[in-house]
């Protein structure tokens, strides 16, 4: 009988073990559900959310930081056709994003409206240099105006030029370049973010994530509208900001280590400014094959469909990623993939981005002209680049730290646990099988006997 009762404990104990395991190995998965569940219903746009509350606020400190080119030969370039050569300033950093949402309205549909300020606020001590330092650049009027103007009256803006007594390059502060300046040509203020400062972006109506985590933050309209109309494709009039980005444009580089956060870090793949020739999707981004070498030109995209016709390109800094010509119309530029590349960093479990760098240039073109005095030197189209900017913000310590208590903390306690369960489930179930083999081999041998 006591045999009996030693073989069956033997037998529980091996079921117990084989039990706890189980539980360990179920732990984690179940866990993370839990985990991920409780994080998505905070992840809603909604009050009452941690989202929400972060949402509403300025959130995370962004910057703004700009580089200017500094042009050094401009009567060479003015008097010869020499290429210009171009140094960067900078950089010139300015707090953003610094103002909470406004007029925020809930709709039915799941959606939520909301107005969005815009102001800049000069950090000096994140800054090399003033915004009164002084730049010679593109002459934004006789840049823009030459474009816009049909060549049957060049000779209008030709007088308009000499009797303002402006030219090609202009001398202005960073102050002036960036926020505007009292144009003689235009007789209106003209700069490369002017206006800014008072303004206001949308309205935007965002998906706020209730019925659908997924699409928290998609823009689901821009000022009413659900695709722009600046340009007679559908590819390129599509919406795609979001606070979660569009990953058919990026690439996974590898995992990083965030203030003790593993993120994933994600890069502009190479193919969205390549040109329409490597990528058909860009073709409305060639207006015209003159300027851009029979669309061939890659690098820069021309946004001036949606800038009023004025002859605007964007790319990434110092042209990388563009056409080597790019370069050698304009010297000084020195292209770098890590300090130029535009990159973000993604907490997988949440979806969350922690860390951004959104890097971008601004270029404008001109050309030669036989009647402008200014330009019948020129040789050939040229993208002069105008600033290009590094707008980037990263979680603070604080919530770094908050982060790593409620989510990270508990994860690895699971972990943790699910080890302990696994190893001792595993030992009582090993020991108790064993120990019930050894019994009952005794016992058949004691029968025997």
């Known amino acids: 009988m006591g045999c009996c009762n030693r073989r069956c404990g033997l037998i529980a104990g091996a079921v117990v073990g084989a039990v706890v395991a189980i539980l360990g190995g179920i732990l984690i998965p179940v866990g993370k559900i839990i985990i991920e569940g409780t ?10 959310t941690t989202a929400y509350d972060n949402w509403v606020s300025a959130g995370a400190t962004v910057y703004r930081q700009f580089w200017l080119f500094d042009l050094k030969n401009p009567l060479e370039v003015l008097h010869y056709g020499a290429a210009p050569v ?3 300033k900078g950089p010139y950093t300015y707090r953003t994003r610094y103002l909470p949402k406004e007029n925020i309205t809930f709709h039915s549909n799941n959606t939520v409206a909301f107005l969005l300020p ?9 800054s090399e240099g003033s915004e009164e330092d002084n730049i010679t650049s593109l002459n934004l009027a006789v840049a823009g105006a030459y474009a816009l103007v049909p060549k049957p009256l060049h000779s209008v803006l030709e007088i308009l030029i000499k009797s303002t007594n402006s030219s090609l390059f202009q001398r202005r502060t960073v102050k002036e370049m960036l926020w505007g300046y009292p144009d003689p040509i235009l007789k209106e203020t003209l700069g490369l973010f002017s206006p800014y400062n008072g303004t206001y972006d949308g309205y935007y109506n965002v998906f706020n994530g209730k019925d659908d985590i997924s699409k928290v933050s998609i823009i689901d309209r821009w000022r009413g509208e659900t695709k722009l109309t600046f340009w007679d494709d559908e590819y390129c009039n599509m919406i795609n900001g979001t606070g979660k980005m569009h990953m058919s444009k990026w690439n996974y580089e590898k995992t990083v280590n965030l203030k003790g956060i593993d993120v994933y870090r994600f890069s502009l793949l190479p193919s969205t400014l390549a040109s329409p020739v490597d990528n058909p999707d860009n073709k409305c981004f060639c207006k ?13 995209l021309d946004i001036g469909s949606c800038q009023e016709g004025r002859p605007i390109f964007i790319s990434l800094p110092h042209f990388l990623h563009g056409s080597p010509s790019l370069r050698e119309d304009v010297l000084g530029l020195d292209p770098d993939e890590e300090h130029h590349k535009t990159f973000f960093d993604v907490e997988p479990l949440t979806g969350f981005t922690l860390n951004f760098a959104k890097r971008i240039q601004v270029n404008m073109m001109y050309g030669p002209s036989k009647v402008i005095t200014v330009l019948k030197k020129v040789k050939d189209y040229t993208l002069f680049p105008l600033v290009w900017l590094n707008e980037t913000a990263m979680l603070d310590d ?36 064993v120990s019930y083999c050894v019994v009952r081999k005794r016992h058949n041998q004691s029968k025997l006997a």
């Open 39 to 48: 994080v998505e219903k905070e992840a809603v746009i909604e009050p009452g």
């Open 86 to 88: 171009v140094v960067e």
């Open 288 to 300: 015209n094959p003159e300027t851009s070498k029979n669309c061939t030109l890659a690098g820069v």
């Open 118 to 126: 815009i102001g800049a606020i000069f950090d000096p001590t994140m």
């Open 398 to 433: 604080e919530t770094a730290q908050m982060f790593q208590d409620e989510i990270i903390s508990n994860i690895n306690m699971l972990e943790i646990l699910q080890e302990v369960l696994l190893g001792v489930g595993v030992v009582v179930f090993v020991v108790c099988l």
